[in-house]
Each structure stands twice: as structure tokens, then as C-alpha cells.
């Protein structure tokens, strides 16, 4: 009797019951995505980097890690079910732009596609013909140059499947209200020799999850 009247004062006497004390607080997720290899790129960097950030910390946000198919459509989808299951706070997409000397942080993306030579069409019959990103782009740019990391804003992220990605994703980050843009890297200096280095190119990434999430 004495046991079981001390648990009960204990059970009243505690704000909040002990399996609450040790409940953990699970850090916000950032999603970062990028591509499988295509056409003559045997590698692609910037779903080498999504994977190499997969399940690490950065500052004190977890990131998962993406690769996607470099499909129309298929691609984006993947995308999504990526949001749905993780929640994210943002989301960073990469892509590779095999001319780039420089990590791009896109300001628009295009309601336009090609997804043959000469067949274009709309990614969205009803949207607008451009959405600005919604990461800080000045900022992240300002972070990766002072860091050393060669960097610039562009305004044009081509007709590919990296804008058609852009372009939804803009579209939906909107109604999550979460930032999400997308940043083109150059290929590695064993692919071209203007490359930059995998692991500078992974520095700056880190760099643009930290600026985004301090905004």
C-alpha cells in the first residue's frame, strides 16, 4: 500500500510523465536532389554529391539524399514522394551543367520543355511562363565566394529535364511554403578540365543548406 500511494504522488507531483523526458527531438530534414548519370556523362556529380550528403548534418538540419532519373516526369515524381515522406524544410536540387566553370544558383525556371530536338512544349499548359527561385541566391553566391568556391546567379537553367524539375518543384514549394530552388554544378576536372573538384563542390552545397536555412 505504502509502494503504490508514493507512485501516485510521484504521477501527481510530476509535470510530465517520464517517458516524456526522454522523447528525442528530431532535427528538420532538408532535401537535396540531384541525377544519374546521361547521355555522354558517365558520371554525374550532382547525384554523387545528394548521395554523399545523404543522412549527414548540416548544421543542425539532417539531409536526404536524392538521385533521380534523368526522366520527364518520372523524375519529378520521385521528387515529390520525397517530400511527401520526409517533410522537409527545403529543398535544394542540383543538376549538372556541362559547360559551367562555376556552381550556378538558377533564378528562373521556364514553362517550357524539350523533351526531343525540335519538339517543344509546355511543362504546365496553365502556369506562368516563369517562377523565380526561392532559395537566397545573392547570399548563397556572396557564402561560396568568400569561401573560395567559384559561383555565380544564373538566369537560365536550359530546356531540360533540370528546369522541368525546377519549374514544378517552384510551383509546389509554394503551397508548402518551404524554400526550394535549384543549383547547376560543373563536371569534375576527369570529366573536363575547366572541372571543379567533387569535394569543393560538396563544401558548396553544405554552404547553400546553411545560408538557406538562416534566411
Known sequence: ?????????????????????????????????????????????SGEIALALNDTMVGDVRIVG????????????????AVVRYDPAAVIALGLDGAARSMEVERLAVNL???A?????????????FRGTMLPGEAIVAALRDDGIAARQSWFAGLYVCNHVFYRLLGDAGQWDIPAGFIHVP???????????????????????????AA
Do not use: H
Open 1 to 45: 500500500m505504502k509502494a503504490t500511494a508514493l507512485a501516485l504522488v510521484l504521477l501527481i507531483a510530476l509535470p510530465t510523465p517520464f517517458f516524456a523526458m526522454s522523447r528525442s527531438v528530431e532535427p528538420d530534414v532538408v532535401l537535396v536532389t540531384g541525377f544519374e548519370p546521361f547521355g555522354r556523362w558517365e558520371r554525374n556529380p
Open 66 to 81: 536524392l538521385m533521380l532519373p534523368v526522366t520527364f516526369n518520372t523524375s519529378y515524381q520521385c521528387l515529390r514522394e
Open 113 to 115: 520543355q524539350r523533351p
Open 117 to 129: 530536338w525540335l519538339r517543344f512544349s509546355r511543362i504546365n499548359t496553365s502556369g506562368s511562363l
Open 187 to 213: 563536371p569534375t576536372p576527369s570529366q573536363e578540365p575547366y572541372g571543379m573538384e567533387p569535394g569543393m563542390m560538396l563544401r558548396g552545397v553544405r554552404a547553400a543548406v546553411n545560408v538557406t536555412m
